[in-house]
């Protein structure tokens, strides 16, 4: 009985512990919002304190973007550096989980109902790559910034697989820099033209070749 009475009580407490961290942080803000908007000026300009303390707003402000904006970039790099010291660098290197993920898994935002696998390649160093898909596959390739990277000229994007251009019959995808688009040799079913030089593929077990 105390351990129902317990877990009754403590689910309200921690509701009010939740709305009371929420106030203070909204008391914080708005504190801070004030002394900004109050910051002394002199005959309508700026004083040199207020000046001082409005570049100092702004450059934490630019340097909280940054931090954000950059998030999916570290994230992708983190996940590549495990990667790689786990089971070794190389477009031809594509780890496979042998289970279905959970929340013990260090990879951001993953699906519970698939498994997975996921592989970095470099086009700037190794140059276009031709990814040979699998019937019944569904996966996605992505750049650094975690942006799905236009298919066929951006009919689809990032899609490979059910939902991509061979709608899970299979196929090859030469994935290269826009720069570099002729430089697909080989009959391949559809082009990927990525914005940056490193991309990331998440999907089934596919097979990563030079062109």
Known sequence: MSTGKTSVFAVPLAGVLTMCGL???????ETH??????LPFAEGRPT??????LKDELLFQRATQTYLWAMPLINTLGMQVGSEKTFGAGYNVLPIWKERLDAKTLVTTPNSDVLYAMSYVDLGKDGPMVMDAP??????????WQ???PVDGGKFFGDV???GPDG????????CHRDTKGQCRRATTSTVQAPTTSSFSCAGSMRTRKT
Do not use: H
């Open 23 to 29: 106030v203070t942080q909204s008391l914080a803000q």
């Open 168 to 175: 899970g019959k299979g196929g090859s995808f030469c994935c």
């Open 48 to 53: 040199k304190e207020t000046t001082q303390t």
């Open 161 to 163: 697989g059910f939902a």
């Open 33 to 38: 919002f004030n002394e900004l908007a109050n």
């Open 135 to 144: 019937a019944r596959l569904q996966g996605i390739l992505l750049d650094y």
């Open 147 to 149: 942006r799905p990277i």
